[in-house]
């Protein structure tokens, strides 16, 4: 996945030059940190605003929402910034977004280990911070 991951990165960092607006979804759970740090390339992008949402999953008894956010402060926000540190874009972690929004929603789908919880954090960058 790295390779294709990396050249769907190239083509809309540097081959498109009108302005863009990049909805970026992440899927945490299953993603590789070299597939990742790809993504990450994306804030390269030029004359671009960027949505950065990080979803991933957990199983639970309850919905606690303070466990949800500790579970991910434990587990993907460490994963998502070492991932923006070794591909060098400091941006991720340097530059406030200009907005900013942590949910937290429950399925339908839910089994003997609990609820099925499914988490977001969205970040939102908009040009004229970049």
């Given at each position: 996945?790295?390779?294709?991951?990396?050249?769907?990165?190239?083509?809309?960092?540097?081959?498109?030059?009108?302005?863009?607006?990049?909805?970026?979804?992440?899927?945490?759970?299953?993603?590789?940190?070299?597939?990742?740090?790809?993504?990450?390339?994306?804030?390269?992008?030029?004359?671009?605003?960027?949505?950065?949402?990080?979803?991933?999953?957990?199983?639970?008894?309850?919905?606690?929402?303070?466990?949800?956010?500790?579970?991910?402060?434990?587990?993907?926000?460490?994963?998502?910034?070492?991932?923006?540190?070794?591909?060098?874009h400091n941006l991720l972690?340097?530059?406030?977004?200009?907005?900013?929004?942590?949910e937290v929603d429950m399925?339908d789908d839910g089994d003997?280990?609990?609820?099925?919880?499914?988490?977001?954090?969205?970040?939102?960058?908009?040009?004229?911070?970049?």
């Open positions: 996945m790295y390779v294709l991951a990396k050249a769907l990165v190239d083509t809309l960092t540097h081959g498109f030059k009108s302005r863009k607006s990049l909805n970026i979804i992440v899927y945490l759970d299953d993603l590789y940190l070299q597939d990742l740090k790809a993504i990450i390339g994306l804030f390269e992008a030029p004359s671009c605003s960027i949505s950065f949402e990080e979803r991933w999953l957990q199983w639970s008894g309850r919905v606690v929402r303070t466990h949800v956010v500790g579970k991910y402060e434990a587990d993907y926000k460490r994963f998502v910034e070492h991932a923006a540190e070794e591909a060098g972690l340097a530059v406030s977004p200009s907005l900013e929004e942590f399925t003997t280990r609990g609820n099925k919880i499914i988490g977001k954090r969205r970040r939102v960058w908009l040009e004229e911070v970049l």
